[in-house]
């Protein structure tokens, strides 16, 4: 792996961690703004540190070291910087079935978003998707059925990897609905700094599984991939000190972050069913995509306003 595409690959993270994050720094900026000086000082350094060097770093490395055991904890961490032939071996077997289930994660993550979430409609016929909400579970649900049946004539861990994955979906965007109830209940209410604390880690933790999942997507190299999403977890703190109605004027990057999802997921899906897609497609949809939507989300700004 050369420079350039190391370069590339971590910017590609970064930029990808930062706007699916966007949420999530809303979602921060508003419960903190109910807490004391003494426990936002708190959140934005141990939580960051948490949320950097646990969520995104821990995450990923599990992920690695549980879809191949053989490699064990240091070897999952470094194989893709191995030139040992055992340990390439060993990632190129167990890597469809981390990325099918990757890719089914945020295939019906893009979905749901498309169907049943509240958006600024930025494209034609996203308007006519969120009038059918009813076919968003009857839409994943055949998606599924059609990756594991092709999967099965490969690899019947393929076709459980797939199920992990959608199994993954459900129970995260189980969390993230309760989370969007409690938010209104804490911004109203008066529970205590140390309960908002620990509910805005486990959201954080909630959040950053869209990030890590998709990280596979441009590289299988945990270093890598915490280097990239641990940059985009500083940039999304800096939009949660800051000021993040500057980021609600943008209103279409969440359009864009919804479109790069869904297309590194069906590179992840292809990937795995062995289309060998070259490592600088992913980050190049990803600035593709995000700027697409950008200037879209410039171009609709009030004349006059700053950006």
Request: glycine share 8%.
């Amino acid at each position: 792996m050369d420079i350039l595409s190391i370069i590339l690959i971590v910017a590609g993270l970064c930029l990808f961690e930062t706007i699916t994050s966007i949420d999530n720094a809303i979602i921060n900026a508003e419960v903190l703004s109910t807490m004391s000086q003494k426990a936002r000082r708190w959140f934005l350094l141990w939580g960051l540190l948490f949320a950097v060097f646990v969520i995104r770093g821990v995450l990923p490395w599990l992920i690695v070291w549980m879809s191949t055991p053989a490699l064990g904890p240091v070897g999952a961490l470094t194989a893709t910087f191995s030139s040992d032939p055992a340990v390439i071996a060993a990632i190129e077997q167990s890597a469809p079935m981390l990325l099918v289930g990757g890719g089914t994660f945020l295939v019906f993550l893009f979905f749901h978003w498309l169907f049943l979430e509240d958006k600024n409609f930025g494209l034609r016929g996203e308007r006519f998707f969120a009038t059918k909400g009813v076919w968003f579970f009857a839409i994943v649900s055949i998606i599924l059925a059609a990756i594991v049946w092709l999967a099965l004539g490969r690899d019947p861990m393929m076709a459980f990897g797939a199920v992990i994955g959608s199994t993954a979906f459900f129970i995260v965007h189980g969390f993230r609905q309760n989370a969007e109830e409690q938010e209104r209940k804490m911004v109203s209410g008066d529970l205590s700094d140390i309960s908002k604390i620990f509910y805005l880690e486990i959201i954080d933790a909630t959040f950053s599984i869209d990030g890590v999942l998709g990280a596979f997507a441009f590289t299988m190299a945990v270093p890598l991939i915490i280097v990239g999403n641990g940059i985009g977890a500083l940039i999304v703190r800096e939009i949660t000190v800051r000021n993040v109605d500057s980021i609600k004027k943008y209103q279409y990057l969440k359009n864009g972050a919804m479109y790069s999802i869904f297309c590194l997921g069906i590179i992840m899906i292809l990937d795995s069913f062995g289309f060998a897609i070259p490592s600088f497609v992913s980050p190049i949809i990803t600035f593709g995509v995000v700027g697409y939507f950008l200037v879209m989300s410039l171009r609709a700004m009030p004349k006059g306003e700053p950006a």
